[in-house]
Nanobody, 124 residues
Framework: VQLQAFGGGLVQAGGSLRLSCTAS????????VGWFRQAPGKEREFVAA????????KYADSMEGRFTISRDNDQKTIFLQMNNLKPLDSAVYYC??????????????????WGQGTLVTVSS
């Protein structure tokens, strides 16, 4: 599956952005999908993941309550709604697909497919 993320940009602290990730190739509904982010000089970190049906989600503690992951399997798209953004949220955000199961969603090296990333910059 090929993934393409977009929707990043510059936003002031407290603002919102909605990222999207579109998939092409095989049936997208078969894949658990996640979002990761990487800030300059830092390791890539888990943001959120969503189950194949969209009925189950998981978030990193620092994003819980501010970020919402969702998916539209008919449109082969996943979304990351980010509210109350903080300067520390500035990073390149990546979508990824197909970890081996729900037990592996936190680990970036478990995902087989990655999008190219979209830059989010939050100004103070």
């Amino acid at each position: 599956v090929q993934l393409q993320a977009f929707g990043g940009g510059l936003v002031q602290a407290g603002g919102s952005l909605r990222l999207s990730c579109t998939a092409s190739g095989r049936a997208f509904s078969n894949d658990i999908v996640g979002w990761f982010r990487q800030a300059p000089g830092k390791e890539r970190e888990f943001v959120a993941a969503i189950s194949r049906s969209g009925g189950s989600t998981k978030y990193a503690d620092s994003m819980e309550g501010r970020f919402t992951i969702s998916r539209d399997n008919d449109q082969k798209t996943i979304f990351l709604q980010m509210n109350n953004l903080k300067p520390l949220d500035s990073a390149v955000y990546y979508c990824a697909a197909d970890p081996p199961g729900p037990h592996a969603v936190l680990a970036s090296d478990e995902y087989d497919y990655w999008g190219q990333g979209t830059l989010v910059t939050v100004s103070s």
